[in-house]
């Protein structure tokens, strides 16, 4: 009897742990200044600028067109390389090191405007007998690379504003 009882509330926490649907809230730890934002690209229909805004839409971030008392968030530049990182015997590259740097500024509301960077590597495995297969692969390296470098750049906007307010 003791047993059942033991494993009734086991199952009982564990499925009420599982179910209870608790789940991060996207958005929490930004300003209220930088909830409304102008995002601007010098190719507003690149992999990056299309990555950014999905992360600042992810975020709960609105983005409007006007500038007027608005912060605006740039992507000034962004750089992708590939370096050789390792070669097979017979001189054919083996390893490579896939590099994303963003350079970013953010304008605030008051006029003041601050440089942000974001850096992302990552080594990709090149088999040159599966072609096809490694070229789709390191695309989907490369999308998860803007990702991440676009989930750095809010990061560090945010600490940013966090900076500037205690001045």
Not at 27 to 36: K, V
Not at 45 to 62: F, H
Not at 135 to 145: F, G, K, L, P, Y
Request: aromatic share 6%; net charge positive; with cysteine.
């Amino acid at each position: 009897m003791i047993k059942s009882i033991k494993a009734f509330f086991i199952v009982a926490s564990i499925t009420a742990l599982s179910a209870c649907g608790w789940h991060f809230q996207n958005g929490t730890l930004i300003p209220q200044e930088l909830r409304t934002l102008t995002f601007e690209s010098p190719d507003p229909y690149s992999e990056m600028s299309v990555a950014m805004r999905n992360q600042l839409q992810a975020n709960n971030i609105q983005l409007v067109n006007s500038t007027q008392g608005i912060p605006v968030l740039r992507i000034n530049k962004f750089r992708e390389n590939d370096e050789v990182a390792s070669v097979f015997k017979r001189g054919r590259e083996a390893e490579k090191v896939l590099m994303l740097e963003v350079e970013a500024s953010i304008r605030l509301a008051n006029g003041e405007s601050h440089p942000i960077t974001a850096k992302v590597n990552r080594t990709f495995f090149d088999n040159s007998r599966a072609a096809l297969a490694k070229s789709a692969e390191q695309e989907i390296i490369w999308n998860d690379m803007r990702e991440q470098a676009a989930r750095q750049l809010i990061t560090k906007m945010v600490a940013l504003e966090k900076q500037v307010k205690n001045k």
